[in-house]
């Protein structure tokens, strides 16, 4: 690993798995850069050209966005990013890539940045048990939109640790049809990007099904070793 380049983290996991909040908690403690795909889409339907307009058709009908379209994303993220390397400590990727295309790009661009030998994948495994009660149990603030998810401690809170906001359990969360599709979908897209990585040694698994303060101290422990 060069020290002289930032760190490069991609995080992957079922929903459900926790990563919003572990994500949450290493930027906090590391000062990482993020670059979240589901942020840069939301950013993007905003502006009222076709893209634009097809993406926030597409979001709002829960499809996924073509691959060119999240590419072109990253690829001015990582510019943006190039300009200030000296000054970054670390880059979080988080939600993507979700398809075996999406990788491939992944490692192109990393390579023309010169960061692809500073380049991990944290991957936090759950149970499709855990899954499944997580998702059914976890609260959205009704005021800020957190997500509250349903482990630890986090059980037992009733109002949104952020804006004290009232916590509410969205639909879609209490269909287990809809999680189960959702499982069925990532066997199917994200499992063999997870072998891709793996066969690349770029792959650090993590329990996701213990305590988030586990969970947080094994991630430490995976990019600091």
Not at 56 to 74: C, E, Q, R
């Amino acid at each position: 690993m060069d020290r002289s380049k930032p760190l490069v983290l991609v995080f992957l996991g079922k929903s459900g798995a926790g990563k919003g909040t572990q994500l949450d908690m290493l930027r906090e403690k590391m000062g990482f850069d993020f670059i979240g795909s589901g942020d840069l889409l939301r950013a993007r339907k905003q502006e009222l050209d076709f893209t634009g307009k097809k993406i926030a058709g597409v979001i709002d009908n829960g499809g996924l966005i073509a691959t060119p379209v999240i590419f072109s994303l990253w690829m001015s993220e990582f510019e943006r990013l190039k300009d200030n390397e000296n000054n970054l400590k670390g880059i979080i990727i988080d939600g993507s890539p979700r398809k075996i295309r999406e990788a491939y790009l992944m490692d192109e661009a990393l390579n023309w940045y010169d960061w692809i030998d500073n380049f991990k994948v944290i991957l936090l495994e759950v149970s499709d048990e855990e899954v499944l009660s997580r998702i059914a149990n976890r609260r959205i603030c009704n005021q800020c939109g957190e997500i509250v998810p349903y482990v630890g401690v986090l059980k037992k809170v009733t109002h949104c640790p952020e804006c004290s906001g009232e916590l509410v359990k969205r639909p879609e969360d209490s269909e287990q049809e809809s999680v189960k599709k959702r499982l069925d979908w990532f066997r199917q897209e994200v499992n063999p990007v997870i072998e891709f990585y793996k066969e690349q040694n770029k792959l650090v698994t993590i329990n996701g099904d213990q305590v988030v303060e586990k969970v947080f101290e094994d991630i430490l422990k995976a990019i600091q070793g």
